[in-house]
C-alpha cells in the first residue's frame, strides 16, 4: 500500500505540503542562459559515477569538493568553481535564500539515454541542495516510509510516494523535512540530460 502523486508543484499546493522543506521554480533560466551552458559544460571532463566499484549510466564532474565513495566516502578538495558557473551559483544562493558562497560544492551530472538515479539521500556532511535542470525533463521521485503502526496486509511498511515532474530549465531546492526524511530519486530519461547541482555544507 502506498499513496502516490504525479504533479507539477507550481501548480499543486496538495505538492507542497506533503515535501515540506521542497521549492520548485519552471523557467528558472531562459533557453539563452540554457545554450551557454551547454557550450561550457560540454567540454568538461566527465568521468563514470563510481560506487564502491560499480559504474553507473551518468558521468559526472564536481568543483570545489567532490564526495569519494569509495573506501571510507570522504569529502575531498576538488578544482575551484569555474567562472561560468558563478552567475547561476548567485541566483542558486537567492532562490535557497542563503548566501552563493556558501554553495561550495556545484556537481554536474550528464545522464545519457537509459541513464537515472536509485533511491538516495544526499550525504549528511550537506546540507541544502539546489539543482537546475538541463534539456530533457525528468520525473524527481520522492519517498518516506509511514512509521508507527502503519503496514499493509502483510505486515509490510508502507511508503508514501511524490513524484514532480522537473521541466526543462526549472530548479528545485531541497532542504528542512524534504531533505532529512524522504529519499529521491530520477526515473530514467529518454534523451539526454544535464543537471548542474549546488550543495551548502552542513556546519561542523
Known amino acids: 500500500m502506498q499513496t502516490n502523486f504525479l504533479f507539477d508543484i507550481s501548480e499543486n499546493e496538495d505538492g507542497l505540503e506533503a515535501l515540506q522543506g521542497l521549492k520548485y521554480q519552471p523557467g528558472f533560466i531562459d533557453a539563452s542562459e540554457e545554450s551557454t551552458l551547454l557550450e561550457h559544460i560540454r567540454t568538461l571532463p566527465f568521468r563514470e559515477f563510481e560506487f564502491h566499484g560499480y559504474l553507473g549510466k551518468r558521468r559526472i564532474v564536481s568543483f570545489g ?5 569509495t573506501g571510507r566516502g570522504e ?3 576538488a578544482e ?3 567562472d561560468f558557473l558563478l552567475g547561476l551559483r548567485l541566483r542558486a544562493g537567492s532562490f535557497a535564500q542563503i548566501e552563493a558562497e556558501s554553495l561550495q560544492q556545484v556537481l554536474v551530472t550528464e545522464y ?13 556532511v550537506f546540507d541544502r541542495v539546489v539543482g537546475i535542470s538541463l534539456l530533457e525533463p525528468c520525473i524527481l521521485r520522492f519517498r518516506r516510509r509511514l512509521v508507527g503502526e502503519v503496514k499493509d ?25 524534504v531533505r532529512s526524511q524522504w529519499e529521491h530519486s530520477i526515473l530514467r530519461v529518454n534523451e539526454l540530460r544535464y543537471s548542474i547541482t549546488f550543495r551548502s555544507l552542513r556546519p561542523s
Request: proline share 6%; glycine share 10%.
Open 65 to 69: 569538493w567532490r564526495y569519494e565513495y
Open 75 to 77: 569529502l575531498k578538495k
Open 112 to 124: 545519457r539515454s537509459g541513464a537515472g538515479i536509485g533511491w538516495h539521500r544526499d550525504k549528511p
Open 153 to 177: 496486509q502483510k505486515g509490510r511498511a508502507v511508503w508514501q510516494r511524490v513524484n514532480l515532474f522537473a521541466q526543462q530549465r526549472s530548479a528545485y531546492l531541497l532542504e528542512g523535512p
Open 80 to 82: 575551484d568553481i569555474p
